[in-house]
């Protein structure tokens, strides 16, 4: 049965996101009978996260792109979560199966949480782009409407936003000139564009608790996870330091040797 570390390791290099919370200590893997079956379950697990990978870089895009493809956004975002959600019930699974110290256990839960949090990621540059382009919208408006001649408040845009009275903005105006027609026309479009994101945003808001939720409920156990990988290196680091001076020490005293075989009666 071959060690499972290096496929671990370079997948996770590939990753997009940091992942230090996929290392696996290599000692633990040397010590525990890993059997076929798990192999296999390691390759699945694997399989599956690359996939899920795949789809967030596809949702990322689509952020970059607001505006244009982002009526996908909701549809694939639930589709990842619904993925993630079965992701997590094969992870609690085999923790009752082969218990919590398990390195199966340890390797695909650390899957699990490091794409989790990629995906929350994700979720959160999408809300931050909403947000501004929502923004965006509310600063066109305000501007349009000052050269048709009439101030607005930001304030009064919240209110006609949440009880979607804009003929208070129009029914008053009266474009007189080319340029007045052009501001209406703005403001009919930036209307138009704040009613969609203000649907988009709510058709995402409940995924995005989801997220929040589930990310809050795995701090501790990300704590813990980097926790163990910092001691995992801590370790290494002394055990390497420790090492490289006794090789140094034995370099300095070739003496030491040569005189323990001039007389072996000494080492008795």
Same mark, same amino acid.
């Given at each position: 049965?071959?060690?499972?570390?290096g496929?671990l390791?370079?997948?996770?290099?590939?990753?997009? $996101?940091? #992942?230090?919370?996929?290392n696996?200590?290599?000692?633990?893997?040397?010590?525990?009978?890993?059997?076929? #079956? $798990?192999? =296999?379950?390691?390759?699945?697990?694997?399989? $599956?996260?690359?996939?899920? &990978?795949?789809?967030? /870089?596809? *949702? !990322? %895009?689509?952020?970059?792109? *607001?505006?244009?493809?982002?009526?996908?956004?909701?549809?694939?975002?639930?589709?990842?979560?619904? &993925?993630?959600?079965?992701?997590?019930?094969?992870?609690?699974?085999?923790?009752?199966?082969?218990?919590g110290?398990? /390195?199966?256990? &340890?390797?695909?839960?650390?899957?699990?949480?490091?794409?989790?949090?990629?995906?929350?990621?994700?979720?959160?540059?999408?809300?931050?782009?909403?947000?501004?382009?929502?923004?965006?919208?509310?600063?066109?408006?305000? !501007?349009?409407?000052?050269?048709?001649?009439?101030?607005?408040?930001?304030?009064?845009?919240?209110e006609?936003?949440e009880?979607?009275?804009?003929?208070?903005?129009? $029914?008053?105006?009266?474009? #007189?000139?080319?340029?007045?027609?052009l501001?209406?026309?703005?403001?009919?479009?930036?209307?138009?564009?704040?009613?969609?994101?203000?649907?988009?945003?709510?058709?995402?808001?409940?995924?995005? *608790?989801? %997220? /929040?939720?589930?990310?809050?409920?795995?701090?501790?156990? *990300?704590?813990?996870?980097?926790?163990?990988?910092?001691?995992?290196?801590n370790?290494?680091?002394?055990? &390497?330091?420790?090492?490289?001076? /006794?090789?140094?020490?034995?370099?300095?005293?070739?003496?030491?040797? %040569?005189?323990? =075989? =001039?007389?072996?009666?000494?080492?008795?």
């Amino acid at each position: 049965m071959k060690d499972r570390l290096g496929d671990l390791r370079v997948f996770t290099k590939d990753s997009e $996101e940091d #992942d230090f919370y996929s290392n696996v200590d290599e000692k633990e893997l040397d010590h525990q009978a890993v059997v076929f #079956d $798990e192999e =296999c379950i390691i390759d699945q697990v694997f399989k $599956e996260v690359q996939s899920i &990978r795949q789809d967030i /870089a596809l *949702l !990322r %895009m689509d952020v970059e792109r *607001l505006g244009v493809q982002n009526t996908r956004f909701l549809t694939s975002g639930e589709s990842i979560y619904g &993925r993630l959600q079965e992701l997590e019930k094969q992870s609690k699974g085999l923790e009752e199966k082969h218990g919590g110290s398990s /390195a199966l256990v &340890r390797i695909v839960h650390s899957q699990y949480v490091s794409v989790t949090r990629a995906f929350h990621n994700v979720m959160t540059q999408y809300n931050r782009a909403e947000m501004a382009q929502r923004e965006f919208c509310k600063t066109r408006i305000q !501007r349009q409407v000052s050269i048709m001649g009439r101030q607005v408040s930001g304030n009064q845009i919240e209110e006609m936003i949440e009880t979607g009275k804009w003929n208070v903005f129009t $029914e008053n105006l009266v474009p #007189d000139g080319r340029s007045s027609r052009l501001a209406l026309a703005e403001i009919e479009k930036r209307h138009k564009e704040l009613l969609d994101l203000e649907g988009r945003i709510q058709e995402i808001h409940d995924l995005f *608790l989801q %997220m /929040a939720l589930l990310v809050e409920e795995q701090g501790c156990i *990300l704590e813990n996870i980097e926790a163990n990988v910092c001691s995992t290196q801590n370790h290494l680091g002394k055990a &390497r330091t420790q090492f490289k001076k /006794a090789v140094k020490c034995k370099r300095k005293n070739p003496c030491k040797k %040569m005189f323990c =075989c =001039c007389f072996p009666s000494l080492n008795r």
